[in-house]
């Protein structure tokens, strides 16, 4: 986990909360529509194998979530979903994620996903810290913020 110093090229929870204000409710909805987009993205990887990959379906899922995150965080620092409800990843600098932060983030959030109570404990986090980081964005330091905060 990183101190509150080096946070000190991002938003301040206390001072500007608009840039973190529901982005815990946001991350939900937004999960919720990656999921359906994973859904449709294997659903479609099935018919390309005449669906005999429903035999390595766990495998496949895996693969292509993967994928999905990690290009569409790399190219835009937010899945679709996410783009959907305005918030976006920001690392510890401020900055907007690259392929790097991309892929560690996304093998964070696929270790959490994975591995029951380590997703409780991300969401109680991301309920409970002033700028709604799960335990992937402690570990990295990132946060995740409104678009248009005002």
Same mark, same amino acid.
């Not at 919720?32 to 005449?50: C, G, Q, R, S, W």
């Not at 994620?97 to 109570?117: E, K, N, R, W």
């Given at each position: 986990?990183?101190?509150?110093?080096?946070?000190?090229?991002?938003?301040?929870?206390?001072?500007?909360?608009?840039?973190?204000?529901?982005?815990?409710?946001?991350?939900?909805?937004?999960?919720?529509?990656?999921?359906?987009?994973?859904?449709?993205?294997?659903?479609?990887?099935?018919?390309?194998?005449?669906?005999?990959?429903?035999? =390595?379906? $766990?495998?496949? %899922?895996?693969?292509?979530? *993967? #994928?999905?995150?990690? @290009?569409? !965080?790399? +190219?835009?620092?937010? /899945?679709?979903?996410?783009?959907?409800?305005? =918030?976006? $990843?920001?690392? %510890?600098?401020?900055?907007? *994620? #690259?392929?790097?932060? @991309?892929? !560690?983030? +996304?093998?964070?959030? /696929?270790?959490?996903?994975?591995?029951?109570?380590?997703?409780?404990?991300?969401?109680?986090?991301?309920?409970?810290?002033?700028?709604?980081?799960? !335990?992937?964005?402690?570990?990295?330091?990132?946060?995740?913020?409104?678009?248009?905060?005002?």
């Amino acid at each position: 986990m990183y101190p509150n110093a080096t946070y000190s090229q991002l938003p301040d929870p206390v001072h500007q909360r608009a840039f973190y204000e529901s982005v815990a409710l946001k991350r939900g909805m937004a999960w919720v529509i990656d999921t359906m987009i994973v859904a449709v993205l294997v659903f479609i990887a099935l018919l390309f194998t005449a669906f005999l990959g429903v035999f =390595i379906f $766990f495998a496949i %899922w895996l693969v292509v979530s *993967f #994928g999905y995150r990690v @290009a569409t !965080l790399a +190219t835009g620092s937010a /899945t679709w979903g996410m783009r959907l409800m305005a =918030i976006e $990843f920001r690392d %510890w600098q401020g900055q907007r *994620f #690259g392929l790097p932060q @991309a892929l !560690l983030h +996304t093998l964070g959030y /696929t270790v959490s996903v994975s591995i029951a109570p380590l997703q409780i404990v991300s969401i109680v986090c991301m309920l409970a810290t002033e700028r709604g980081q799960g !335990l992937t964005d402690l570990a990295l330091g990132t946060v995740a913020l409104n678009r248009r905060a005002s």
